[in-house]
């Protein structure tokens, strides 16, 4: 069974203050992806990447920075976190052969994060 | 149907019965997925069809594309009151996978 996790479970954070979310995966999957979850919305993309070193701008990137050290790992940076961030995130990984998104994406238990 | 930004859709259905959820899509994509998400948990697939099926079948599901029109359908046959949850479809070209709002779908017994 594929692994995604994720770490912090839950964090608050204040209005101003850096906020850093990990992903790890054990599948050793190229593509890896950053979704926030509001309540009664789905899944919006912020970053994504196609392997270690790379990171791509996903539908909603704006005030978060993204960083794939190794194939492994890939975090989520709020440099300055707000309110407004105040979310769940969902870490995925995929095989994704050749930067293709047709298989299958494994998913973490996503971090909720409230910003006072 | 569901897509991007649009809001969560809810439907409720009697255990038996058959039910049917759409997704349209904006740009091309070359794959379908559709998960489900249980309460509290992340999103899980449950079917993929790719841009070269008309349909997929697996158990009591069947999602349909069509490229043509851009929209795709996820059926379940005789719903029971396990199949509750939220249902998203996600397409894609390339790494990039986008979901759509899905659908919260209650099966009441």
């Known amino acids: 069974e594929a692994a995604v996790t994720q770490s912090p479970r839950n964090k608050v954070a204040v209005t101003g203050g850096k906020v850093t979310l990990s992903c790890n995966q054990t599948n050793n999957h190229n593509n890896m992806y950053w979704y926030r979850q509001d309540t009664g919305h789905g899944l919006r993309l912020i970053h994504y990447?196609?392997?270690?070193?790379?990171?791509e701008k996903g539908d909603i990137p704006d005030g978060y920075k993204a960083s794939r050290p190794s194939q492994e790992n890939f975090s989520l940076i709020l440099e300055l976190a707000t309110p407004s961030q105040t979310s769940v995130y969902f870490c995925a990984s995929g095989g994704g052969l050749g930067g293709s998104s047709a298989e299958t994406l494994y998913f973490g238990s996503g971090t909720r994060l409230t910003v006072l | 149907s569901q897509w991007g930004e649009e809001n969560l859709q809810a439907l409720s259905i009697q255990e038996g019965e058959d039910v049917t959820m759409n997704c349209s899509y904006k740009t091309y994509t070359t794959v379908v997925h559709w998960y489900r998400q249980d309460s509290g948990r992340g999103p899980a697939l449950i079917i993929l069809i790719r841009s070269n099926e008309r349909e997929k079948r697996s158990g009591r599901l069947r999602a349909t594309l069509d490229t043509s029109s851009q929209s795709s359908s996820l059926s379940i046959t005789a719903a029971q009151c396990e199949d509750t949850a939220v249902y998203f479809c996600a397409t894609g070209a390339g790494a990039k996978l986008t979901f759509g709002g899905g659908t919260r779908l209650t099966v009441r017994p």
């Open positions: 990447s196609y392997g270690a070193g790379s990171t």
